[in-house]
């Protein structure tokens, strides 16, 4: 294979094109010689097996018809980017043409639907059309001991006898008896109460009413001057009967007690007005709310300082990916972003979103939304019902959806409803509350140094900060020097740096500006291992058989996940589809001229040491494709999929 490589190679490039990532000369090549080389050995190897992926998709040609071709444009004349609104999605459920009934799999139960079940009740007949099995064993029967989708597995030959019978391994299924390793999840009973909106929401709604209550002390101050100069009025009256009442006792005093009778005038002329405070701090009862807050003191204490934080990555940032992150050193992960609405509805997809592994040991979940209320709601929704060690909120989310409603980044523009936001899930949480935003929406207008200082009064416990705009969104790299002046403005508050770290010597460089700790995100993407490289201070020149291994565990723990029978088959494919996407751009070590490799620079047409690190390279989906058969098995004949994200960030 590496003959081949070189020989192919020699053709390559010499010159090196600008914002490409610089890379050994004999391991260049073009485009074609590329995809020539890495269709050849596949069809070598595996057949005609998935030939129409073996050519890239046509560039996207603009329509002719002038109203059509004005969709989607700016009215300068420049094309939105980043929407990549019309992507197919096909669901994984569409995989199975006919499902084996769930009372069959579980101990061949009496159906509750009878006749009317459109699922399959004969085991032989499910079994003569069921897809082919993919390994001769299954990852959950070997881990637990049993498999829970019985004959549906598609590892089912492992754990079922000939006469369709399921097996189980007592001595495993003992060990593992009463351990729960996922937490977090939607109970049937919860759920029903969301949708029956019966859930109490005592601290929030005490919290709730003294906001409506300034809200009315605020409408009563603003009554017009009539009624101010009435209320005037009266005060004059009341004082002056008072004066008058109190004149033989003034006149009692003596010309030597003159301070006292100054004080007894200033009593009865300035503290008697409803509207002045009072000259000095009065004596009166000494509450606890005088000394200390007491929710603040009763709060969980989280230390956060130089740690290495797995971003909360929207799609790609799943629980079997987090597993893999902890298993190269992440010290903090966080669940992808959840609606709060959606988890007040009591969505099962949104509560998922909330699931913790065992695994994670300091964990966060985050969540969006624009209303004090919604977001109050859901906090004390999360504080009573999860097991989470923060809770983060999200005013950093750049997309039209959530930014449009006064989301996401639209939080730092709604300065009022953002501190009223804050204080509310701060007043129900008994976790730390910490917020993740950007350096502003427009990208020559930066605003995150004038929110930091009030978020430090409002109550937050840690910040992060995204060295980049709304606006900007990947097209430049994150600004450092920006992050270096917001993390002095937050002190004591700690503040989390994040943007272009794909090195440890990347980290090294953001260490130095005097942040609390790095959060990352696409470098963990492109290259889970990151976390190992910062820790151990060294370039990993990682093989491609380990890279693979790591897709490896990532395909058990998605089994583990979302199942191993079709569906979940499929929809482990689907995410390591979207990881790859990522992936593809790491460049390895022993290829590059200039290690380490830039965040920014994109990856030129290179033949890898082996045909694996070749097809790894690839930014051809239907290579992903042809990665992701050899851990689970052909892809189904219906089966469609195009990435979610699109880079734009080689600039």
């Not at 935003?437 to 937050?460: C, F």
Request: aromatic residues 8%; positive net charge.
């Amino acid at each position: 294979m590496e003959t081949a490589a070189s020989d192919t190679a020699g053709s390559g490039r010499d010159v090196a094109v600008k914002g490409e990532a610089a890379i050994k000369p004999e391991f260049l090549t073009t485009k074609e010689k590329f995809h020539g080389f890495v269709d050849s050995e596949w069809q070598g190897s595996k057949g005609e097996q998935a030939s129409d992926n073996g050519t890239e998709p046509e560039a996207k040609k603009l329509k002719l018809d002038p109203e059509e071709r004005t969709k989607g444009w700016k009215q300068d004349g420049k094309r939105l980017r980043g929407q990549n609104k019309s992507r197919p999605h096909t669901k994984p459920t569409t995989y199975d043409e006919k499902r084996l009934c769930l009372s069959v799999i579980q101990a061949n139960r009496e159906c509750p639907f009878g006749d009317k079940c459109h699922f399959y009740h004969d085991v032989a007949e499910y079994m003569s059309s069921k897809p082919a099995d993919i390994g001769e064993s299954c990852y959950l029967y070997d881990t637990f001991g049993k498999c829970a989708y019985g004959l549906s597995c598609r590892f089912a030959k492992a754990h079922t006898t000939p006469d369709f019978k399921t097996m189980e391994n007592t001595d495993l299924v003992k060990a593992c008896e009463g351990k729960n390793p996922v937490k977090n999840s939607l109970s049937k009973d919860l759920q029903n109460c969301l949708r029956k909106r019966s859930v109490s929401f005592k601290k929030s709604a005490e919290y709730l009413k003294t906001l409506s209550n300034n809200r009315d002390n605020k409408q009563q101050q603003g009554n017009g001057k009539r009624t101010q100069q009435r209320v005037a009025t009266e005060g004059e009256t009341q004082v002056q009967t008072s004066v008058l009442r109190a004149l033989p006792l003034i006149h009692t005093l003596s010309v030597s007690g003159r301070k006292y009778r100054q004080l007894f005038l200033h009593v009865f002329f300035v503290q008697s007005s409803p509207d002045k405070p009072p000259p000095v701090k009065t004596v009166g009862p000494l509450t606890d709310a005088d000394v200390i807050k007491l929710r603040q003191c009763e709060k969980k204490q989280v230390d956060f300082r130089d740690k290495l934080y797995l971003a909360p990555l929207t799609t790609c940032g799943n629980l079997p990916f987090r597993r893999v992150c902890k298993r190269f050193g992440a010290d903090i992960t966080c669940g992808e972003m959840a609606m709060c609405t959606n988890l007040l509805q009591g969505q099962q997809s949104e509560w998922a979103l909330l699931k913790r592994h065992e695994s994670e040991d300091l964990f966060g979940v985050q969540v969006e939304g624009c209303f004090p209320d919604t977001m109050t709601r859901c906090a004390e929704l999360i504080n009573n019902n999860t097991d989470v060690d923060f809770v983060d909120i999200n005013s950093g989310c750049p997309i039209d959806l959530v930014y449009k409603k006064g989301g996401g980044c639209g939080l730092m523009t709604r300065t009022r409803k953002f501190e009223q936001i804050v204080k509310g899930m701060n007043y129900v949480l008994d976790v730390p509350l910490t917020v993740k935003i950007r350096t502003g929406v427009q990208e020559k207008s930066n605003i995150a140094h004038k929110l930091i200082p009030e978020m430090k009064n409002w109550g937050v416990s840690m910040i992060t900060l995204h060295g980049r705009s709304r606006e900007q969104r990947y097209t430049k790299l994150a600004d450092w020097d920006y992050i270096t002046t917001c993390s002095k403005l937050a002190s004591p508050v700690p503040l989390f740096g994040n943007g272009d770290i794909l090195s440890y010597e990347d980290a090294m460089k953001a260490r130095e500006t005097g942040v609390s700790g790095i959060m990352i995100a696409r470098g963990a993407l492109i290259k889970p291992w990151i976390f190992t490289e910062i820790k151990e201070s060294r370039h990993w020149d990682i093989s491609s058989s380990e890279r693979l291994d790591i897709l490896r565990d990532f395909t058990n723990f998605g089994l583990e996940h979302w199942g191993s029978d079709t569906r979940g088959v499929e929809k482990t494919r689907t995410f390591m589809l979207e990881w790859l996407s990522f992936m593809c751009r790491y460049i390895p070590v022993g290829l590059l001229e200039r290690v380490p490799q830039k965040i920014n620079e994109r990856p030129p047409y290179y033949m890898g040491r082996n045909y694996l690190e070749s097809l790894m390279a690839s930014q051809n989906v239907g290579d992903w494709v042809r990665i992701s058969e050899m851990l689970l098995g052909p892809v189904p004949k219906n089966f469609n999929f195009l990435p979610k994200h699109k880079a734009n960030a080689y600039k």
